[in-house]
């Protein structure tokens, strides 16, 4: 009777335990499914990378800017832009592409507008999330008009993007919500012709991901001085110093490099809770458009800081400016807390 009870114990624990084999198995293989919500906090481009034996970085953020002498008269430069991102994206593990406006040189010019398209379709091709603003170059300013903008890099040609948060007015303003490697990330952008509005919009939106690290993105914020223009100082007010998760903001328009740190006491017992990193770099006053300079925001999550690297994919060259005679103007490092 004993050997009998011992026989039905062993078949039933086995059963179970075959039971639970299966359940293991399927939700594993149902993990990546997005969640049934079509709420925007829901919506995300999740990304896990290893670290890559071939880099000493967990994964890279690209930003460009002001590529608009490139789609006027060098579209092959910036093709060779976007199709080194694409082609480096596993290498680097690059998760997310910026660009901080002036797409374009001239509004109203068609081809212009194909040449960007064209080149921007390398990453959508890539399936590499990435989010643009309008410069100022971009809209008809007399009339105010985003048209040829919204036609080319409206809202339609993104809200069936995983990572796309939500649109104000046709993508003038837009977020895109990333979580890398643990880390929720919202890049936040808004587009020239910044009123009341628009920064009520951008405080919205803040508001409502108090736990995501903000990127600020612009087109006009600082100087080549390094101070912030008039629209930045009020954007730093109403902005950058009320909202406790933005670490960083990037922009261009101006011809040159420059950054400024301010140190920010959130709760206001004297001592500095984060630093704020407030960059500017626009290549194009230099021959050929700026000739493929761009930024590459190098993470390194362990030690809670971003390198930030200035490269020319067109010439494979790294910073334009000497880093012996101009230390700090293209490459440098930033402290962000990237503990998950």
Not at 86 to 103: C, F, M, Q, R, W
Not at 196 to 208: A, F, H, M
Not at 235 to 241: A, C, P, T
Not at 253 to 274: C, E, F, L, M, W
């Amino acid at each position: 009777m004993g050997k009998v009870r011992e026989i039905v114990t062993t078949a039933i624990c086995t059963i179970v335990l075959m039971l639970n084999f299966h359940q293991v198995t399927e939700t594993s293989n149902n993990s990546t499914s997005p969640p049934a919500n079509d709420s925007h906090e829901e919506r995300y481009q999740t990304v896990h990378n290893p670290v890559n034996a071939e880099s000493s970085y967990d994964y890279t953020f690209v930003w460009m800017t002001d590529t608009q002498y490139y789609s006027k008269h060098h579209p092959h430069i910036y093709k060779s832009m976007t199709n080194w991102i694409a082609s480096n994206k596993e290498k680097l593990s690059i998760p997310y592409v910026i660009h901080t406006g002036d797409i374009v040189n001239n509004w109203d010019n068609e081809e212009q507008w194909k040449h960007a398209v064209d080149s921007m379709n390398v990453l959508q091709d890539a399936k590499l999330p990435y989010g643009v603003l309008a410069g100022n170059h971009d809209i008809d300013l007399k009339n105010k008009d985003y048209t040829p903008f919204s036609k080319h890099f409206g809202q339609a040609q993104f809200e069936n993007q995983s990572y796309y948060g939500d649109s104000y007015k046709d993508n003038r303003g837009h977020y895109d919500l990333l979580s890398v490697n643990g880390n929720k990330f919202i890049m936040v952008y808004m587009s020239w012709g910044i009123s009341q509005e628009e920064i009520d919009w951008v405080n919205d939106v803040l508001e409502k991901h108090p736990d995501h690290i903000a990127f600020i993105n612009l087109h006009q914020y600082l100087l080549p001085t390094g101070k912030r223009s008039r629209l930045g100082e009020d954007l730093y007010e109403q902005i950058i110093k009320p909202n406790e998760n933005v670490v960083a903001t990037l922009s261009g328009h101006y011809y040159g490099a420059s950054k400024k740190v301010d140190q920010i006491d959130d709760n206001g017992d004297g001592t500095p809770d984060r630093k704020v990193y407030q960059l500017f770099a626009n290549y194009q006053g230099i021959s050929e458009g700026g000739k493929g300079y761009m930024r590459l925001l190098h993470v390194n999550q362990e030690e809670n800081k971003i390198d930030v690297k200035t490269y020319s994919p067109y010439l494979n060259d790294y910073n334009y400016y000497d880093p012996k005679n101009r230390p700090g103007k293209d490459e440098f490092t930033i402290e962000v807390p990237l503990e998950p």
